[in-house]
């Protein structure tokens, strides 16, 4: 078992910057990949960004040039820096990973993120 756990949300102004993390409780040099899901409020949880072993990283179109993934192999972890926020970004965002060998998809407890206009 494999336990993620997300900080770093809040609430911001339209065009400011917030930096979410997740750390996991295994080392991350066999996930095959992490990402980063969010739902926003009455909607389907969706896809942000992954990152890949190797380090190939995969945004959705609404994020391109305003969120970066990253992860850190020393710490476990892996963080989302957004900028740019806009209201449409407001969502519970989650943290996920997927090991090789490991059939299961293990997912955080969700960090709030809350843009004003």
């Known amino acids: 078992q494999v336990h993620l756990v997300e900080s770093g949300g809040g609430l911001v102004q339209a065009g400011g910057s917030l930096r979410l993390s997740c750390v996991a409780s295994?080392?991350?040099?066999?996930?095959?990949?992490m990402g980063w899901y969010r739902q926003p409020p009455g909607k389907q949880r969706e896809l942000v960004a992954t990152i890949s072993r190797g380090g190939s990283p995969h945004y959705v179109d609404s994020v391109k040039g305003r969120f970066a993934i990253s992860n850190d192999y020393a710490k476990n972890a892996v963080y989302l820096e957004m900028n740019s926020l806009k209201p449409e970004d407001t969502a519970v965002y989650y943290c996920?990973?997927?090991?090789?060998?490991?059939?299961?998809?293990?997912w955080g407890q969700g960090t709030q993120v809350t843009v004003s206009s």
């Open positions: 295994k080392g991350i040099f066999s996930v095959n990949a």
């Open positions: 996920a990973a997927r090991y090789s060998g490991d059939p299961n998809n293990y």
